[in-house]
């Protein structure tokens, strides 16, 4: 303001020496009010042009620093969720949470987080929510909800009773820190019932398998068209159940021959045990060779938010055995 100052100073000066100029010059009195007046105009206009830039630029840097507020709170909600699934979905959907960092440990608890950042109020939150998806798996407005996938909604207000506000939303999808598990040897044989963390060389049952194999591999007996193994209890260790992904095999599938898989799932290590195809009991998975399966997100025969799970292979054949060298779940914690 001080600089304004001098500087209209400095111009009315300047308009009355040319008063004096323009009187030895015999111009009118009339003409030099008239530059006076121009000056004053637009000196007016100079400071109501600073004022609105200043207005803009003060409007562009709280918008900034809502947009970083916001990024930190997902860029931390990320983080936590790539750890812990349960973290965020076992949280009360439609409900105010916010992250706060205590020492290096950022937690999410309950509530708005209300602060002052150079000189201006805000009031920070995030809200989590189901996601449906239809009959094709795609998100939509209604249908089954997804234990796999979550949005997260950003809310931010600022300012003056918080009048203006910010949101940001993004989908969540347990897809980090990806597991397997896989099995690449049965050769010790059947027995081991489970539930393990790790499946090992052995399996629980088999009917017409021939798995006496030096390389681990397993085959069909050769005294039959038709043999299937069941694999241990598999154990992920998530309590709150983890996400499983994809289903796929490694071997050969022989002169006409078939490989197929069930699997079954449960919270219990006791089951009950009961085997899915990709939409029933009905149906079986048959991922073709190298080709990854993924299991399905809703419905009866998704896995989704088990903590256990095995799987059943079925071998035919009308001319040479199939032959399966690895077996590999897919999973997130």
């Excluded at 234990?147 to 931010?156: A, E, G, N, V, W």
């Amino acid at each position: 303001m001080l600089l304004l100052k001098n500087i209209m100073f400095k111009y009315f000066f300047t308009i009355l020496h040319s008063i004096v100029n323009t009187k030895n010059r015999g111009q009118s009195l009339i003409e030099a009010l008239l530059s006076i007046a121009l000056g004053v105009l637009l000196i007016g206009s100079s400071v109501g042009l600073i004022g609105i830039s200043l207005k803009i630029f003060n409007t562009v840097e709280h918008n900034l620093q809502a947009n970083s507020l916001m990024q930190q709170t997902a860029e931390v909600i990320q983080f936590l969720t790539r750890d812990n699934w349960h973290s965020i979905y076992n949280l009360t959907k439609v409900s105010d949470y916010k992250v706060t960092l205590s020492g290096n440990i950022w937690t999410i608890s309950s509530g708005q987080e209300i602060d002052t950042i150079n000189d201006i109020q805000y009031k920070r939150y995030f809200q989590i929510y189901d996601v449906p998806r239809d009959g094709s798996g795609n998100i939509f407005t209604s249908g089954t909800n997804d234990p796999s996938t979550q949005k997260i909604t950003i809310f931010l207000k600022y300012g003056n009773n918080y009048l203006s506000s910010s949101t940001l939303s993004f989908y969540l999808t347990r897809s980090y820190n990806n597991q397997a598990f896989m099995q690449t040897d049965w050769s010790e044989g059947s027995g081991q019932i489970g539930p393990i963390s790790n499946s090992g060389n052995k399996f629980d049952t088999s009917s017409n398998i021939n798995y006496a194999s030096t390389t681990g591999q397993i085959t069909m007996a050769v005294t039959t068209n038709s043999a299937e193994l069941t694999s241990s209890i598999l154990d992920t260790g998530v309590s709150g159940g983890a996400g499983f992904n994809s289903l796929l095999w490694h071997g050969s599938s022989g002169t006409g021959g078939t490989v197929k898989f069930q699997i079954a799932f449960s919270n219990s290590s006791s089951g009950p045990w009961t085997y899915y195809g990709p939409t029933s009991t009905s149906d079986y998975y048959q991922p073709n060779l190298n080709v990854s399966r993924v299991f399905p997100t809703t419905g009866s025969a998704s896995p989704q938010n088990q903590r256990y799970i095995r799987y059943k292979v079925y071998l035919s054949t009308t001319g040479t055995s199939p032959t399966i060298n690895d077996i590999i779940i897919n999973w997130s914690p």
